[in-house]
């Protein structure tokens, strides 16, 4: 009997060993199950979220950049930048995506005029995609055909067209952009049917003075398929609101994006400018 009962004595504590084991065994797998799905929870929800946030943080800060620069936009309204005078500030254009590139050609009154042989280096440096545009006032034809010879895209004509003196003589053969000044609006219609003329541009009563005018007078221009501009005193500043008045197909800055002492493009300047634009 004693044997017996030491016997089961010893089976019970056994028992008791074995079940105390095992739950510990239990517990441990529970607690280690437990800790490695809070590791993986842990790594599905909080390391793609920290590199989701800053995937977002840089898509932000990339799209702001475009918005600044102008490549993120839907604006239509075209720029462009007058009274350039050397292949550096072409570069700029290049960079901020800008439709045409003025140069002034043949008006030594112009602190911004410079020579054919200048012309050509500036446009060397520009992107194909930026059209070259002639600034002239009254040219004559032997002028006008200097700038067809260089390759301009187009000439921008203050004052008088030149006619040819005879009808064998060839026509002007790069598409022309009138301008207009304050005082001379009202010969608009001499060269509204005028199938030499691509485009107009609204001027200041003094071109490249940095003026603005009165934007109203340009409601009474009747609208056609052919470009307008708006230029006369435009810079970041201001343009939105000319855009927003007006509604031309492009704007034209030529003082507004120069340095303080107006000598030279400044490259911040025109890259406020095409902002402004396309915001």
């Given at each position: 009997?004693?044997?017996?009962?030491?016997?089961?004595?010893?089976?019970?504590?056994?028992?008791?060993?074995?079940?105390?084991?095992?739950?510990?065994?239990?517990?441990?797998?529970?607690?280690?199950?437990?800790?490695?799905n809070q590791s993986?929870?842990?790594?599905?929800?909080?390391?793609?979220?920290?590199f989701?946030?800053?995937?977002?943080?840089?898509?932000?800060?990339?799209?702001?950049i475009?918005?600044?620069?102008?490549?993120?936009?839907?604006?239509?309204t075209?720029?462009?930048?007058c009274?350039?005078?050397?292949?550096?500030?072409?570069?700029?254009?290049?960079?901020?995506?800008?439709?045409?590139?003025?140069?002034?050609?043949?008006?030594?009154?112009?602190?911004?005029?410079?020579s054919?042989?200048?012309?050509?280096?500036?446009?060397?440096?520009?992107?194909?995609?930026?059209?070259?545009?002639?600034?002239?006032?009254?040219?004559?034809?032997?002028?006008?055909?200097?700038?067809?010879?260089?390759?301009?895209?187009?000439?921008?004509?203050?004052?008088?067209?030149?006619?040819?003196?005879?009808?064998?003589e060839a026509?002007?053969?790069?598409?022309?952009?009138k301008?207009?000044?304050?005082?001379?609006?009202?010969?608009y219609?001499?060269?509204?049917?005028?199938?030499?003329?691509?485009?107009?541009?609204?001027?200041?009563?003094?071109?490249?003075?940095?003026?603005?005018?009165?934007?109203?007078?340009?409601?009474?221009?009747?609208?056609?398929?052919?470009?307008?501009?708006?230029?006369?005193?435009?810079?970041?500043?201001?343009?939105?609101?000319?855009?927003?008045?007006?509604?031309?197909?492009?704007?034209?800055?030529?003082?507004?994006v120069?340095n303080?002492?107006?000598?030279?493009?400044?490259?911040?300047?025109?890259?406020?400018?095409?902002?402004?634009?396309?915001?």
């Open positions: 009997y004693k044997i017996l009962y030491l016997t089961s004595y010893n089976l019970t504590s056994l028992s008791v060993n074995v079940f105390t084991s095992f739950f510990k065994i239990i517990v441990f797998f529970c607690n280690y199950t437990f800790f490695q993986r929870l842990s790594s599905k929800l909080f390391l793609p979220n920290f989701v946030s800053i995937s977002s943080t840089h898509k932000y800060e990339k799209k702001d475009n918005t600044k620069i102008n490549l993120d936009t839907n604006s239509s075209k720029i462009k930048i009274g350039l005078t050397s292949p550096a500030e072409a570069r700029y254009l290049n960079e901020n995506h800008v439709d045409f590139a003025g140069m002034v050609l043949f008006f030594p009154k112009s602190k911004r005029n410079i054919i042989e200048q012309a050509k280096d500036i446009m060397a440096a520009l992107d194909a995609s930026i059209k070259r545009v002639a600034v002239v006032v009254s040219p004559s034809i032997e002028q006008v055909r200097q700038i067809e010879a260089a390759g301009f895209d187009y000439v921008q004509i203050h004052g008088e067209i030149p006619e040819t003196e005879t009808e064998a026509a002007i053969a790069i598409p022309i952009l301008a207009f000044n304050v005082s001379d609006m009202d010969s219609e001499k060269y509204h049917n005028d199938s030499r003329i691509a485009g107009y541009v609204f001027d200041a009563i003094e071109p490249g003075s940095g003026k603005t005018f009165d934007w109203k007078l340009v409601d009474n221009i009747p609208r056609d398929e052919k470009l307008l501009l708006l230029a006369g005193g435009l810079n970041p500043d201001n343009v939105r609101m000319a855009i927003e008045a007006v509604h031309p197909d492009g704007v034209d800055v030529s003082s507004g120069e303080d002492d107006k000598v030279g493009k400044n490259p911040e300047k025109i890259h406020d400018f095409v902002a402004a634009v396309k915001s």
